[in-house]
Structure formats: structure tokens, C-alpha cells
């Protein structure tokens, strides 16, 4: 049975619909060791995922002189871009938008990703025309500031409490949080699920197909 609790389902992009995770952290860590900067573990360059860019490499790489930040990112974006046409969605993505859009939810993205770098992420993966709104790190606060749930529940005329947020990261839960929206994790991306868990989510799904179980009979 649909639309029980929520009307508005929001989206994480990396790590969350696509499987991009890995590919991010190592682009994180070439850009550094480019500029002779200490180079972050996997598990701190994982942790910054779904953040905007600047606060990601702040956060990776915290000795980085602010006066180098651009020369980090055009690093990370050169290794990023020479590997992002090998990134896929993760399998049963397309099925499970499509049985939430034949359900009527509203559907929407916020993620950390520039809005040129998601319109490239949509535009190869064709499935932009199922979302509703979506929302960009470079076009407002970055995760986990309300802004982006606000944004789109006011451009789609939707209640933040029937709003739900959907991540891999302990930033897209503290976002719902902070915004009033709902919580729910995914244990198939960045964070632990322990992290996750933390967080009190209403459920942490552990594959594509247990999000689309969950969705289609709570939300």
C-alpha cells in the first residue's frame, strides 16, 4: 500500500542511487598526493561523501591552505571526469523509480554533486524525467543545512513531515534532521551502518531491493 507516510521521497545521488563511492574516495586521494599534500585514508576520504566540494577536501585533507582549495578541486575534478562515464546506478535503481513514480510519490534528489556534475550523471544514466526537483551543493548549503529538503518541499508544494530523505552518509540523516524531515540510511554506501543507525532512521535498507520492499509497504 503507497503513500501511507510520506509524498515527497528525496534521493542522495553517490553511493546511494549510483555506485560511485569508491571512485570518489580515490579521486580524493590522487588530488592530494598531485599536490604533495598527506593523502587520506579510504575511510576519511569515504566519510566526506554527499558534502559539497570544498567542504569535502577541507574536511579530507585538513591541512590544506584555503588558498590551495582550487587547485585541489580542479585535481579531483580532472580524475573524477576521466573516470565518471564508468560510473553505473546501482542494480534496481531504474525498477524502483519507476515503481515509486507509477505510485504517484513525488520524487527529488539532493546531493553534493555540482549541478553541471549531476545534469552529466542524469543525461547518461536517462533516468532524469522520473524526478520530480532536485537540488545541488553549488546552488545552495551544503549537507546537512535544511536548505535543500526546504527548497524542494516548498518548489513541489509538499509538507516537510511527509517528507522523507534517503543517504548513504550520517550527513543526509542530519540533514532530515535539521530540516523536520524523516530519515533513511543505506548500508550499501559510505558510512557504516552503525553510523547510520545512530542517527535513528525510520529503517536502513542493505540493497536496492530492500529500499524498494520497505518503500512500497511503509512509506
Not at 52 to 68: E, H, I, Q
Request: a negative charge.
Amino acid at each position: 500500500m503507497a503513500r501511507q507516510r510520506f509524498d515527497l521521497i528525496v534521493f542522495d545521488w553517490d553511493g546511494t542511487l549510483m555506485d560511485s563511492t569508491p571512485t570518489i574516495a580515490k579521486c580524493i586521494q590522487l588530488a592530494s598526493r598531485d599536490l604533495g599534500l598527506p593523502v587520506p585514508d579510504d575511510s576519511a576520504a569515504s566519510h566526506v561523501i554527499g558534502l559539497g566540494l570544498k567542504d569535502a577536501l577541507s574536511y579530507a585533507v585538513p591541512t590544506l591552505d584555503p588558498a590551495d582549495y582550487p587547485r585541489l578541486a580542479e585535481r579531483y575534478r580532472y580524475h573524477f571526469l576521466t573516470r565518471d562515464a564508468e560510473l553505473v546506478l546501482f542494480p534496481g535503481v531504474l525498477d524502483m523509480l519507476e515503481a515509486l513514480h507509477a505510485e504517484h510519490y513525488f520524487l527529488g534528489v539532493a546531493t553534493g554533486k555540482t549541478r553541471v556534475g549531476l545534469e552529466r550523471a542524469l543525461a547518461a544514466t536517462g533516468i532524469g524525467k522520473l524526478f520530480d526537483a532536485t537540488r545541488c551543493a553549488d546552488e545552495t548549503f551544503s549537507k546537512p543545512h535544511p536548505a535543500m529538503l526546504h527548497e524542494l518541499t516548498r518548489e513541489l508544494g509538499q509538507d516537510i513531515g511527509r517528507t522523507v530523505m534517503i543517504g548513504d552518509t550520517t550527513h543526509d540523516l542530519q540533514m532530515a534532521i535539521n530540516a523536520g524531515a524523516q530519515g533513511l540510511g543505506v548500508t550499501y554506501g559510505a558510512h557504516p551502518a552503525e553510523s547510520l543507525r545512530e542517527m535513528s532512521p525510520v529503517h536502513c535498507a542493505t540493497s536496492i531491493s530492500d529500499l524498494q520492499a520497505w518503500l512500497l509497504a511503509h512509506a
